[in-house]
């Protein structure tokens, strides 16, 4: 059962205009969301998190947006530029050492 | 550059053949994570090392196994390889403390089984 969900495989965006991906959680232990982008052939690499008691937390074109009551987050990529181009995974752990927990991905496609 | 090193990249062994996966890291983290990702799958966690203490996923079947002889190096150990072992495998460390416990990965060791 998945715990983690990303339910868009893929998404084609306009370079310049906005990325928005989407992640879904089913755990009410988990405290803390993570983002991590993948090019092929490289390992995940980490891009921004946020604490459960948080709603928004923003890095340069990044901004993840937490809706605990519907279990439910988002990333915001504004504006989306070539080298965006990956797949993106949603994590969550409970805290402490605890591993993530990731969702399958979203190959996130920008066009120029 | 502080890092986390996988080999070999591409490792192609025979059904039943063992196969160990090494992973090294210069970043002195104390958790070491291993992750089995196939084709389309979200990356599933099979154990991890905090320090020398060794944790298994209830569900990470008997024919894997680890070792971390040290802080640097930690192996993952497949006994007897199956077809469904065919993955790509994730290292991965961290230095958990208050926040985000975010983990930094290698490359990955994509494992074939004929």
């Known amino acids: 059962d998945q715990q983690v969900k990303q339910n868009s495989p893929s998404l084609s965006v306009q370079e310049g205009r906005i990325s928005i991906l989407n992640c879904d959680y089913t755990n009410s232990m988990f405290d803390y969301f993570l983002w991590y982008k993948k090019y092929p052939a490289e390992g995940p690499t980490f891009l921004i998190s946020?604490?459960?008691?948080?709603d928004k937390n923003e890095d340069g074109r990044f901004t993840v947006f937490l809706n605990k009551s519907a279990k439910h987050l988002s990333l915001h990529i504004v504006p989306s530029q070539p080298g965006d181009s990956a797949v993106y995974f949603c994590?969550?752990?409970?805290?402490?050492?605890?591993?993530?927990?990731f969702g399958k991905g979203t190959h996130l496609i920008i066009q120029p | 550059d502080a890092m986390v090193i996988q080999n070999p990249r591409y490792q192609v062994t025979q059904f039943g053949k063992p196969v160990t996966l090494s992973c090294s890291q210069t970043?002195?983290?104390?958790?070491m994570y291993w992750y089995q990702q196939k084709s389309s799958q979200a990356p599933k966690l099979l154990f991890h090392?905090?320090?020398?203490?060794?944790?298994n996923e209830a569900d990470t079947p008997d024919n894997f196994q680890s070792r971390r002889p040290n802080t640097s190096f930690c192996f993952l150990d497949i006994r007897s390889p199956g077809l469904g072992d065919a993955a790509m495998y994730l290292c991965a460390t961290s230095a958990p403390a208050s926040g985000a416990n975010v983990l930094t990965f290698g490359a990955g060791s994509r494992l074939t089984v004929l």
């Open positions: 090392y905090y320090d020398k203490d060794f944790n």
């Open positions: 946020i604490s459960s008691i948080k």
């Open positions: 994590a969550a752990h409970g805290g402490g050492a605890d591993g993530l927990t």
């Open positions: 970043l002195n983290h104390n958790v």
